[in-house]
């Protein structure tokens, strides 16, 4: 599901065990071309394909990244469309997306049916929450991805291969909340 992000880890691996490593400095830069203050895309399930080795532009940013303002507007007009249909948007409401590209709230969410019934009538809906899903899974893993090169940089190989151990755990539990994301006061946000 991590797409978006593909050309900066393809350029940028944190792998200590190749030797296309960037300093924390590069790596900071090939993330703000993509996720900084970039305009937002389009969905996951309609991601523009990036060739390994290519770094984003806004181009492809645009086809990829929501930015923090229709992040904001997304959930707005979710919260309001969830009251519409008579959901409790009082509590927050987990949300995923599941193996087909459908968006669905989780098992165990009071008004799972009307919530599941808002995004199958509108495809737009699940789509740019596909795109804010993305948007926010990608960035947790570049933060960790960050904070690994700011701590790597001075250390040998086998001490980098040691400290990406402990990263690669962080980025693993990230990619296996799969993008899911939480509802909750008209402000939406990656899962815990």
Avoid: H
């Avoid at 944190?14 to 970039?38: E, I, M, W």
């Amino acid at each position: 599901m991590i797409t978006a992000l593909a050309g900066v880890n393809d350029s940028f691996s944190a792998s200590p065990t190749t030797s296309k490593q960037p300093s924390g400095d590069q790596f900071a830069q090939a993330l703000a071309s993509v996720a900084g203050t970039t305009p937002a895309g389009n969905s996951t399930t309609s991601a523009t394909s990036v060739a390994p080795g290519t770094v984003l532009g806004s181009a492809a940013a645009a086809q990829l990244f929501a930015t923090p303002q229709e992040e904001q507007d997304f959930a707005a007009e979710l919260d309001d469309r969830l009251k519409a249909a008579g959901v409790d948007t009082s509590q927050s409401i987990q949300l995923q997306v599941q193996a087909d590209g459908s968006v669905v709230a989780k098992s165990g969410t009071a008004d799972k049916q009307k919530i599941d019934a808002v995004f199958a009538a509108d495809p737009a809906l699940g789509n740019e929450f596909r795109k804010i899903s993305n948007t926010e899974e990608s960035l947790a893993i570049a933060r960790v991805e960050v904070a690994y090169q700011n701590q790597a940089q001075n250390l040998d190989s086998a001490a980098q291969r040691a400290l990406w151990q402990q990263y690669a755990g962080q980025i693993s539990g990230i990619e296996a909340q799969g993008g899911d994301l939480t509802l909750a006061g008209a402000r939406i946000s990656l899962s815990s």
